[in-house]
């Protein structure tokens, strides 16, 4: 990913306890959304090296339990937003969690654990194809894509 010098703004759907390797070579980045890391426990230490980053959003990422120390070092964060992150969002309680002092720089934060904010298209889509698939592990020879496609058009139209 270190050859995608003019990248500016990502979103990663994972399902799994590890980000993709190469973020960190992203050196313009100034967006990142994470959702659905189900078996991520703690965002990695390279994180605080993202000095262009500017609007982080983590939704979704229950056994998420802390930031990295390197985080207060991400001085251009005006904006960071954490939901359905239980653990996390305790941790980052204003004043009182154990992860305060390393947010306490960023002018904007929301902290929710239980999202008011309707998805978008886009997330619902992304949301049942990543159901698809996973289903498609466990089932893939009794249930044809043709069908999918069909409850597609039918969520669409």
């Excluded at 980052?92 to 654990?113: F, N, Q, R, S």
Aim: aromatic share 10%; hydrophobic share 35%; net charge negative.
């Amino acid at each position: 990913m270190n050859k995608l010098t003019s990248l500016r703004q990502l979103s990663i759907t994972g399902d799994d306890d590890n980000l993709p390797n190469g973020l960190e070579g992203i050196p313009s980045l100034q967006n990142l959304f994470l959702s659905d890391f189900i078996d991520l426990v703690t965002l990695p230490d390279w994180l605080g090296t993202m000095t262009s980053l500017q609007t982080l959003e983590i939704w979704r990422c229950r056994k998420l339990t802390s930031l990295p120390a390197s985080f207060k070092e991400l001085k251009n964060l005006h904006e960071l937003s954490i939901y359905e992150c239980p653990k996390l969002v305790k941790r980052c309680k204003k004043e009182t969690g154990e992860d305060w002092h390393k947010i306490a720089h960023v002018p904007k934060l929301k902290l929710e654990l239980k999202s008011t904010v309707e998805p978008s298209f886009y997330e619902k889509m992304m949301s049942l194809w990543k159901k698809w698939t996973q289903f498609q592990r466990y089932h893939r020879d009794d249930f044809p894509f043709g069908e999918f496609e069909l409850m597609i058009d039918d969520l669409l139209f």
